[in-house]
């Protein structure tokens, strides 16, 4: 019930075009979904997250969509360009009392062709 | 500002070594995590302080050792490790309103022979 299941594992996009990262929860306790984004050899770093109270959240090219019903949210790259290659990992969690703990998914290695 | 810093950025240690990590935050944050990673794999939760105590140990073997001197400062000593436990290691912290929301530093990426 803790697990968060991220597709595809790997992706291949041409630049200029649109890359989607899917993910899905079973836990309806969670109410935070981070994204990260990993170049290899650093840190994970926060890219974008949203809360289940709303069903889009858009920071420049990159997007979020959440289906609450379906426990499923996916990150869409618009005008995807050759420095977003990187691994991208979703993730989900649950605020209030003692809860420190993020579920992530096991990542998305990105891809992105001149 | 929402940096996490580490020192060292490599490390390399024998199995008899005894080494620390070190963490550095500036943002207010109170709570702070240590994470190991292996490639192309997700983060995995170590330890976490909160308000500079020890909140969650994730069943971590004795050979690792957090430290949290203050609010600013978090330490993970090391003692006779083994080769499996080389893996890029991650501190992160955040603030106490909003636990989920964690910043990481770039790591330090350690290797044991």
């Known amino acids: 019930q803790q697990q968060v299941k991220q597709s595809p594992q790997s992706l291949i996009v041409q630049k200029g075009g649109i890359s989607i990262i899917n993910c899905a929860y079973e836990?309806?306790?969670?109410?935070?979904f981070p994204w990260y984004q990993q170049f290899p050899g650093k840190g994970p770093a926060l890219l974008i997250a949203?809360?289940?109270?709303?069903s889009e959240k858009k920071e420049g090219r990159f997007t979020i969509s959440f289906n609450k019903s379906a426990k499923q949210f996916s990150l869409h790259i618009m005008d995807s360009q050759p420095g977003d290659s990187a691994t991208y990992f979703c993730?989900?969690?649950?605020?209030?009392?003692?809860?420190?703990?993020?579920?992530f998914g096991k990542g998305t290695l990105l891809t992105v062709n001149p | 500002d929402t940096e996490v810093t580490q020192t060292p950025k490599h490390l390399v240690m024998g199995m008899t070594n005894k080494k620390s990590l070190k963490c550095e935050q500036h943002?207010?944050?109170?709570?702070m995590y240590w994470y190991k990673q292996k490639a192309k794999k997700p983060p995995e939760l170590m330890f976490v302080?909160?308000?500079?105590?020890?909140?969650i140990n994730e069943s971590v073997p004795s050979r690792f050792s957090p430290e949290c001197p203050n609010s600013s400062l978090l330490n993970l000593h090391l003692h006779a490790l083994q080769p499996e436990d080389s893996a890029l290691y991650l501190c992160?912290?955040?603030?106490?309103?909003?636990?989920?929301?964690?910043?990481f530093g770039a790591g330090t990426r350690l290797s044991v022979l």
């Open positions: 992160a912290s955040s603030l106490p309103g909003a636990k989920n929301i964690q910043y």
């Open positions: 836990n309806t306790a969670f109410d935070y």
């Open positions: 949203i809360r289940p109270d709303v």
């Open positions: 993730a989900a969690g649950r605020s209030g009392g003692s809860n420190y703990k993020l579920t």
């Open positions: 943002m207010g944050h109170r709570a």
């Open positions: 302080y909160s308000y500079e105590k020890l909140s």
